[in-house]
């Protein structure tokens, strides 16, 4: 079941990886920027190169991670790493702090659409995946493999807060018609997510770093344990749906044939 649940997080953070590379970095090629604010409001406007640039940045190298993270955990050994996982590694923590330098700088050229809470929020976000892309790298080089791989875990949880945003934006939008959220993004619900979408996967990893060898036994905690992961399998599943339906194929799409 976990196996089942690992692949439906790929295949979706996949999904919307393609569509960040396809619909905001395809606008800068084709001169289309204004396609941006179609999905964000106030993303892009007149004069804001360098803004837009580092936005740019900041998506193309959000797409990269979503698609090597899983990777790199495959390719990680107990004895030692692979050469596919060093090099893999590499590029995963230049586009961390690309993603995070990226950010930031937007945020500094030009604000957010959410106001202050979403500044805070996102900014905090964004000092965190450097720092946790810079621990990461600087273990692993001094050959500290049980604190390399608590911070690549604390580096994961991050790196997939992009996809998490848009999946509990969708969830919450198509499950109950999205109260407390605004088209300004100031609304309560807004509020609580410019910190959501990153600060629970941090606890995760702290449980997952801190976990004891010893597993819960008992048929009892197996058989809740199955049912937590195939009821997130499946609402995972749906959601990425739902999505990928309403928003991100479409996007694709009109990507090629605008």
């Not at 990680?76 to 790493?81: I, N, P, V």
């Not at 407390?180 to 941090?202: A, E, I, K, R, T």
Request: proline share 3%; hydrophobic share 55%.
């Amino acid at each position: 079941m976990r196996t089942a649940l690992a692949l439906v997080c790929w295949v979706s953070a996949a999904i919307f990886a393609v569509y960040i590379a396809v619909f905001y970095c395809g606008a800068l090629l084709v001169d289309s920027m204004n396609d941006w604010n179609s999905v964000l409001p106030r993303l892009y406007g007149p004069g804001m190169a360098m803004a837009t640039g580092m936005m740019g940045l900041h998506m193309a190298a959000g797409a990269a991670l979503l698609l090597l993270g899983p990777i790199q955990f495959f390719t990680a050994r107990e004895a030692g790493a692979s050469a596919a996982h060093r090099w893999g590694g590499r590029v995963y923590a230049a586009a961390s702090l690309f993603a995070g330098v990226g950010g930031l700088t937007y945020i500094a050229l030009s604000g957010t659409v959410g106001g202050m809470p979403m500044t805070v929020g996102f900014s905090i976000y964004g000092a965190l995946m450097i720092v946790a892309a810079v621990e990461t790298v600087r273990h692993a080089r001094a050959h500290r493999i049980e604190r390399h791989r608590a911070w690549a875990i604390r580096l994961f949880a991050l790196a997939i807060g992009s996809w998490l945003y848009r999946m509990d934006y969708g969830l919450w939008l198509k499950a109950v018609h999205g109260p407390g959220h605004l088209q300004s993004f100031q609304g309560p619900f807004d509020v609580v997510m410019s910190f959501f979408f990153y600060v629970p996967n941090l606890i995760v990893a702290e449980a997952l770093i801190r976990r004891q060898t010893a597993r819960p036994s008992g048929r009892a905690a197996g058989a809740v344990a199955v049912l937590a992961l195939g009821l997130t399998t499946l609402a995972t599943a749906a959601v990425t749906y739902l999505f990928a339906q309403s928003y991100w194929w479409p996007h694709i799409v009109a990507r090629f044939t605008g």
